[in-house]
């Protein structure tokens, strides 16, 4: 089976949540110093930043090192990729799912970043201009964020040589407009938005809900931990107000739900 992207993002997915306040993230750590050679013999340490290292470890667990080089530092991978032909500076690139991104936290925005590396994480997809990628070392933990293509922190793409291109990688991917709820009946709904805000009251005027709020099932649907649920996510509707409907974490549009 050749080389593709759905691989690393299967890993990548599988190891969200992973974090340093409960030890989780110990075996990527443990995987990527199991990989011989060190790259330049240096052994991490579990407190030591992580993101370089996560990348790497999914690289070594897929079997990939030959298109994804195994690094602990952000700019050392950067020249790695550059060493294979694999490295793009081109701030206004669209990326491709596995696309290996890198960031810098002081670019200003304005023209193309030059600048040091301070993250870098793996692209799952992109919708329009909005790019998901999976990072490790994202608040102490394995997680998603959002960027705008083309937009402020992007320091430039490693573009390993997949053998095969996938247009979109997400495990239940959105539809490219919301579905319309027409019916008032009460029950199971699926949301086909791809990150549904929950709401305090039924209308965009109420306050937006934070994690912590939701109920203990619907954290488990919301990855990126931004009080926004997945699409897919199944939710039980008691009460309907207009363009609005009531679930157990609180009121969301109506518009995103699909009888199932």
């Known amino acids: 089976m050749g080389k593709n992207a759905k691989t690393i993002l299967d890993i990548a997915r599988g190891w969200i949540g992973r974090k340093e306040s409960n030890g989780s993230h110990h075996e990527i750590i443990d995987i990527y110093n199991s990989h011989k050679p060190l790259a330049r013999g240096y052994k991490v340490k579990y407190t030591d930043s992580w993101c370089a290292t996560f990348v790497s470890a999914c690289s070594i667990k897929a079997g990939y090192t030959e298109i994804i080089p195994t690094e602990c530092s952000c700019n050392k991978m950067i020249e790695a990729f550059g060493k294979k032909g694999e490295w793009c500076e081109d701030d206004t690139h669209v990326p491709s799912p596995g696309d290996v991104i890198f960031y810098d936290w002081q670019d200003s925005g304005k023209g193309d970043n030059k600048g040091s590396s301070d993250h870098v994480g793996i692209v799952e997809k992109v919708e329009g201009s909005t790019i998901t990628i999976i990072e490790g070392n994202k608040s102490d933990a394995v997680g998603r964020r959002k960027l705008q293509v083309n937009g402020r922190y992007i320091r430039g793409y490693g573009l390993p040589k997949y053998d095969a291109k996938v247009t979109n990688t997400s495990a239940a991917p959105a539809p490219s407009k919301p579905q319309t709820n027409t019916s008032n009946a009460l029950g199971t709904y699926m949301i086909t938005a791809s990150d549904l805000s ?37 939710v039980t509707v008691s009460k309907f107000d207009g363009d609005w409907a009531k679930i157990p974490s609180g009121w969301v549009a109506k518009r995103y739900l699909k009888k199932v």
């Open 198 to 234: 929950v709401r305090t009251g039924p209308g965009a005027g109420y306050r937006r809900k934070t994690y912590n709020e939701l109920t203990k099932n619907a954290k488990a649907h919301d990855y990126d931990k931004d009080g926004c649920l997945n699409y897919g996510t199944r």
